[in-house]
């Protein structure tokens, strides 16, 4: 492929002027190529590092997990031997390493549990956070995020988990879904300062990935006592992950959302919570924001009593 001149035609105050523009097409087309297919850009057969970490940071890899790159696509003989072995005892056992998993899962909400119920104030409660080591999350998570806003709120706003921005700076919801939370409240007549604001998940999954249920299971008891000490008037839950994971009910957040639904904190208290869609899933489906103006409204009436 060869190089072709170009011939533009750019006008400015004194007039037309011919600028000539010479572009190698063959540079061109592998610029379209790194484009379409997102391969890291290659100066002289040597990956640039610069651009491999822009690469990698637009690919949504924005956490190390091991100080050494490890090759997982070529298995090596000791790494496929080990495997044969590992598949051939769980063949043979008939059941230990199955419960194995549920058991150690346990443990941690059990421990959870423990520390939870031991806090008596919402600093209290803080530190038994930031002391436990029982969430995978934690260890790549940047810091703790635990809480904004007003601790005497009637309304206690709870979300999914934290995102980079929340994971830097340690404070819910300052991200792009933050900001449009804030415009939802304010059109409701409330501010951020005025509310209690909060995640189910006090850590940043990696990847921005939702947690998985055990990582939801084992932060549920700080959540419940989290609702018990700040003791709100009512309850805003954010995404399908604190609405199902604190209702108990199994549907889909759109199903969920428009209705009052009891939260259980213990045998003998309960509060009452409304599930809505998740400010980050409005910016993908602004459409849904009619739908969440609805819910608001039914909060802001429940709000004047």
């Given at each position: 492929m060869s190089t072709s001149t170009w011939h533009n035609a750019c006008t400015d105050n004194s007039g037309s002027v011919d600028v000539g523009l010479t572009v190698n097409l063959q540079d061109v087309a592998q610029g379209f190529r790194?484009?379409?297919?997102m391969q890291p850009p290659v100066h002289n057969d040597v990956a640039d590092p610069a651009a491999a970490l822009f690469w990698?940071?637009?690919?949504?890899?924005d956490v190390v997990m091991e100080d050494r790159p490890q090759n997982r696509v070529i298995k090596t003989?000791?790494?496929?031997?080990?495997?044969?072995?590992?598949?051939?005892?769980?063949?043979?056992?008939t059941g230990p390493l199955e419960a194995a998993k549920p058991a150690s899962g346990l443990a941690q909400v059990a421990a959870a549990q423990r520390l939870a119920a031991d806090c008596t104030d919402l600093p209290s409660l803080r530190q038994a956070l930031e002391a436990f080591d029982g969430c995978a999350l934690?260890?790549?998570a940047?810091?703790?995020?635990?809480a904004d806003g007003s601790v005497d709120a009637k309304l206690m706003i709870i979300g999914e988990e934290p995102g980079r921005d929340e994971d830097e700076k340690g404070v819910p919801f300052v991200g792009a879904a933050g900001q449009l939370l804030d415009k939802i409240l304010a059109a409701t007549g409330l501010k951020r300062s005025e509310v209690y604001i909060t995640n189910v998940v006090p850590w940043r999954p990696p990847g921005n990935r939702k947690p998985t249920p055990l990582e939801t299971q084992i932060c549920m008891p700080f959540m419940l006592r989290h609702i018990a000490l700040a003791?709100?008037?009512?309850?805003?839950?954010?995404?399908?992950t604190p609405s199902t994971a604190l209702?108990?009910?199994?549907?889909?957040?759109?199903?969920?959302?428009?209705?009052?639904?009891?939260?259980?904190?213990?045998?003998?208290?309960?509060?009452?919570?409304?599930?809505?869609f998740h400010p980050a899933y409005l910016l993908r489906q602004p459409?849904?924001?009619?739908?969440?103006w609805q819910d608001m409204l039914l909060l802001q009436e429940r709000l004047k009593h």
């Open positions: 790194k484009a379409l297919f990698l940071a637009q690919a949504g890899v003989r000791e790494t496929a031997a080990s495997e044969t072995s590992f598949e051939a005892a769980k063949e043979k056992a934690k260890q790549t940047t810091q703790l995020v635990f003791a709100p008037q009512v309850l805003l839950l954010l995404g399908g209702t108990g009910l199994s549907q889909g957040i759109t199903r969920l959302r428009g209705r009052w639904h009891d939260v259980t904190l213990a045998p003998d208290a309960k509060i009452q919570a409304l599930p809505t459409s849904h924001k009619a739908l969440v």
